[in-house]
């Protein structure tokens, strides 16, 4: 399934779609209702003016939305000269999505409206020990925030569900989640669909977060926007002129895959080592687990009954750690040559660092520059996330949107 569903709909005369005035129509109450989505309350007679349409039949097409439940009114304006006039908005209420992410250490959710604001929302602990404990879990999760919304499923016009892995629709299954085990087995995400009552679209969380990113954070603008997503796994989405590059099988990104050489030995502490012994994968010695691993090298250890975690190997950094500072060099170093490999082949204008340890980009730039000039010549614009922890998260809801608002249109048009 693409994660990136187009709004626009097929005009009257389009190749393959016959002319009627039914549809003529239709597209006429499309526009108003897209030109009113983007640019907020506007008159009737703005509405005409903006689209070239005559006033009687903005009248008609307002009237047949106001009527759908699609549009309301929004107050007045009173202009210098001339009548007060009615202002039009969208009803957000129309319709709401539901966006969810799923990572080893989290279950996020939120409940949207279709003008995008979040109305409800849920971070939990991932506690599931069985692939089908964590898709019980999100059903949970997605009831309990979309009862909190004072909602009920049939409110929920649509899903997207951002996780590790690459969506296969033979399969009916993702393949390449490695840091969920168990997670590819086919059959786990119609359950999921099941158990929400809705239509659901599975998509690649970096991806999902490379969208949200691009939409509302540090890749506006860009032509070429990569989104580093590293975390309990590493992944990458890459989005350009405004749209997600998706490969030919759905598995441009899967950077974590790439089998790193083991140079200088690949010890902790040896200068330009990077791949750990035998050349293990990126993801294995770039996310999270390799943090906490190069941490213990170092001589950290948990305290206070605590685990040590890679949260905990920043905090300490943060603090002026020698140790701690050493580990976040090592992983720097990782990094580094990820994006020296991405750089060649992409030639991103923009790099931004995101997902659970790229939350810690006020200490990663810095030493991730300076091993980048060691490995590349080429060197991206680095910047952090500004969305944080939420990119997934809103990237979802971004795109489930995209889906649900056409979708209620014709909905709550055809029973006009």
Known sequence: MSPHQ????????????PWNRQRLRSNNEWLLLELLRTGGGTSRAQLARDTGLSKPTVSAALADLEQAGLVREAGWVSPERGR???????DPTAGHVLGVDIGRARLRVAVADLAGTVVARLDVANRGRTADAVADAVVAAAREATAEAGLGAADIVHAVIGTPGVWDEERRGVRYATSL???????????????LGTAVTVANDANLAALGEYTLGA??????????????????????????????????????LVPLPALAGGQPGVEGAVGGPGGTTLEQEAAADAV????????????????LTAKRVFELARAGDAAAL?????????????????????????LVLGGGIGSSADLLLEPLEQALGRFSLMRPTLAPSLLGEEAVLLG?????????????????TAQL
């Not at 187009?6 to 779609?17: F, H, I, L, N, Y």
């Not at 085990?181 to 158990?195: Q, T, V």
């Not at 995209?402 to 249109?409: K, L, Q």
Request: charged residues 20%; without cysteine.
């Open 181 to 195: 085990p168990g997670w590819g087995r086919p059959g786990l995400f119609d359950r999921i669909g099941e158990g």
């Open 396 to 412: 979802a809801v971004s795109t489930a949107l995209e889906t649900a608002r056409p979708e209620v249109f014709e909905r709550r």
């Open 292 to 307: 906490v691993r190069a941490g213990r090298e170092f001589g950290l250890e948990g305290s206070g009954g605590r685990q």
């Open 219 to 256: 890749g506006r603008g860009s032509r070429m926007f990569a989104y580093l997503l590293v975390g309990t796994g590493l992944g990458l989405g890459v989005v350009k002129d405004g749209e997600l590059l998706l490969g030919a099988h759905g598995a441009l990104g899967e950077i974590g």
């Open 326 to 350: 050493r580990a976040v060099h090592w992983e720097a170093e990782r990094l580094a040559y990820a994006v020296a490999v991405l750089s060649a082949v992409l030639d991103p204008d923009l």
């Open 6 to 17: 187009p709004t626009s709909r097929p005009a009257a005369g389009a190749p393959g779609v």
């Open 84 to 90: 007060t006039a009615v202002l039009y908005e969208v």
